[in-house]
Nanobody
Framework: QVQLVESGGDLVQPGGSLRLSCAAS????????AGWYRQAPGNGREAVAC????????YYSDSVKGRTTISRDNAKNTLYLQINDLRPEDTAVYYC???????????????????????WGKGTQVTVSS
């Protein structure tokens, strides 16, 4: 049974950093692509980043590119999202998700559509405020 459990969300000041974790069970994170998504109040769920099993290994949305790193620890079977230079507009619930496919993008399949993901965690709240 696939399970994803996010943690690491917090209240941080603008300019701060956070590392979010997503502990996976029921599958091996190193064998499949997985992504991070977020949903702010009143908005739809949007893709933040994806990590694949093949080069290019990582993808980022324009809104976080350059200040965000997605990674995984195969030994811990855990996915991470490091976000630096946090901004108030980063305030959202952050989710990790997977479709148990090896790639983030393949043909018409694209991780950027949250509807493509079958398995989701319950999310962790990130609030950026002074």
């Amino acid at each position: 049974q696939v399970q994803l459990v996010e943690s690491g969300g917090d209240l941080v000041q603008p300019g701060g950093s956070l590392r979010l974790s997503c502990a996976a069970s029921g599958f091996t994170v190193g064998n499949y692509a997985a992504g991070w998504y977020r949903q702010a109040p009143g908005n739809g769920r949007e893709a933040v980043a994806c990590i694949s099993t093949r080069d290019p290994f990582t993808y980022y949305s324009d809104s976080v590119k350059g200040r965000t790193t997605i990674s995984r620890d195969n030994a811990k079977n855990t996915l991470y999202l490091q976000i630096n230079d946090l901004r108030p507009e980063d305030t959202a619930v952050y989710y990790c998700a997977t479709d148990l496919l090896p790639l983030c993008i393949a043909g018409r399949y694209n991780y950027s559509d949250p509807g493509n993901m079958d398995y989701w965690g319950k999310g962790t709240q990130v609030t950026v405020s002074s």
